[in-house]
């Protein structure tokens, strides 16, 4: 056996791992009703960016650069290292360098497909709205691919050899050092591609640099072992939502939480059912992963307001109040189905009015901001205001129609209850 023939047989259990993963998940159903009316859908949707009255033509150049900046961070690494290489062949040096050349050259055709998935899905703005060459967007397209590598490269390697907060302000650094330099490259790359072709020089010898770097260091076996392990299974955590497969990676841990820090009270008021609330709303705002999932249902729904047709956005507001209201019932059933709570002898009416203490303050942050962008979008400054008012008044009046229609069904498990 050579090193390359078990990357090959790796690489291959890998496609075959993925395989399964999806297979379990998209049977014959799922694909017929689901994927392939999506496929379609979305086709369509591509055909309809190239027409002349399409929105896509009035994408901001602003925004093209963000969603390109960002697109430059989304690159990854593959190493192909596994845990046993630790015992086998951690002291065959040319086998250990052979398998992680054979990853980057993997990582690198990888890149090259999703680079080229990102041109195709920008090329009705960029050549069909903004008169941009083909030739034009080719040349750019290898400079944002020698970017991309490069940055993917730095991360892979600082992720390992600095502390996590280090990493983090390293990373945000760089970000926004990076930006402004981006967003001249874009402008300059996409209307001079000869300037554009110059620029390969210096990302091609950076990522030489970097490759050469990457494969020299040593002490970083466990870390590369570890993510690659991650990134083998994200598509099975991401079916698994926080099933715990993947591997604990160093992290830095607060050992106190950014908000709320000293156990501040929430409401003036000390009443029980403001003490049942507040101590339900704290847990959103001091765990990172409750307060990642709300910011992102946020934007998502906001971004579903303005996305959608002028009809549409009405009823796609009033969903993001239903879907805001279900995350936050969801999350009020894990908190009070937990022995801490259930345990007391609650009334009813106490933990009623706590629940429409806790759906108010739960659904108004973020449908408050939706509702100012819903109005501002179909009125202006007028819908400005009557989103300002609407938003907490429906907040409020689901709060209390859901306070009265919540079976609270830990009150029948309450062991008090039962005696």
């Given amino acids: 056996m050579t090193p390359f023939s078990l990357f090959k047989s790796r690489l291959f259990e890998e496609w075959r791992f993925q395989y399964r993963v999806w297979r379990s998940a998209l049977d014959w159903t799922v694909v017929l009703y689901l994927v392939v009316p ?149 402008r300059w790359g996409l209307s001079s591609p000869e300037v554009t072709a110059i620029g390969w020089i210096p990302a091609a010898a950076a990522a030489w640099f970097l490759l050469r770097r990457r494969l020299a260091v040593e002490g970083l076996f466990l870390d590369d072992v570890a993510r690659e392990r991650e990134y083998r299974l994200r598509f099975a955590a991401l079916l698994l939502q926080g099933g715990g497969v993947l591997p604990e990676r160093k992290a830095f841990r607060l050992r106190r939480p950014w908000l709320l820090r000293q156990s501040q009270p929430l409401f003036r008021q000390r009443t029980s059912a403001g003490i049942l609330a507040e101590s339900a709303l704290k847990p959103l705002v001091r765990l990172w992963r409750h307060l990642r999932n709300y910011m992102q249902i946020t934007g998502l729904l906001l971004a579903g307001v303005t996305l959608v047709p002028g009809p549409m956005k009405r009823v796609v507001w009033l969903i993001a109040w239903l879907l805001l209201y279900s995350w936050g019932r969801s999350c009020w059933r894990e908190f009070t189905s937990s022995t801490g709570v259930s345990m007391f002898p609650w009334e009813k009416e106490t933990v009623r009015e706590a629940f429409r203490i806790y759906t108010f303050w739960v659904t108004l942050p973020g449908f408050f901001l939706i509702s100012l962008g819903t109005g501002w979008i179909l009125w202006g400054w007028a819908g400005l205001v009557a989103g300002a008012v609407a938003g907490p008044l429906l907040c409020r009046a689901g709060a209390v129609i859901g306070g009265q229609l919540e079976p609270h069904r830990f009150l029948g498990e309450n062991r008090w209850e039962r005696e």
Avoid: N
């Fill in 38 to 186: 999506a496929l379609v859908f979305l086709w369509v949707q591509y055909r309809s960016w190239w027409e002349v009255d399409s929105w896509m033509g009035h994408v901001p150049s602003w925004g093209f650069m963000l969603v390109s900046y960002l697109f430059l961070w989304t690159g990854k690494v593959r190493l192909g290292l596994r845990e046993g290489d630790l015992l086998f062949l951690r002291q065959q040096r040319e086998w250990i360098r052979t398998l992680m050349g054979s990853g980057l050259v993997y990582s690198f055709l990888f890149h090259v497909m999703a680079t080229g998935g990102f041109l195709l899905l920008s090329g009705p703005l960029l050549i069909g709205h903004w008169g941009v060459s083909l030739r034009e967007v080719g040349v750019w397209g290898v400079f944002l691919l020698l970017v991309r590598w490069d940055l993917s490269l730095h991360r892979c390697m600082w992720a390992s050899v600095a502390p996590t907060w280090k990493r983090w302000l390293g990373q945000a650094l760089l970000g926004v050092g990076l930006l402004p330099v981006w967003v001249v490259s874009v």
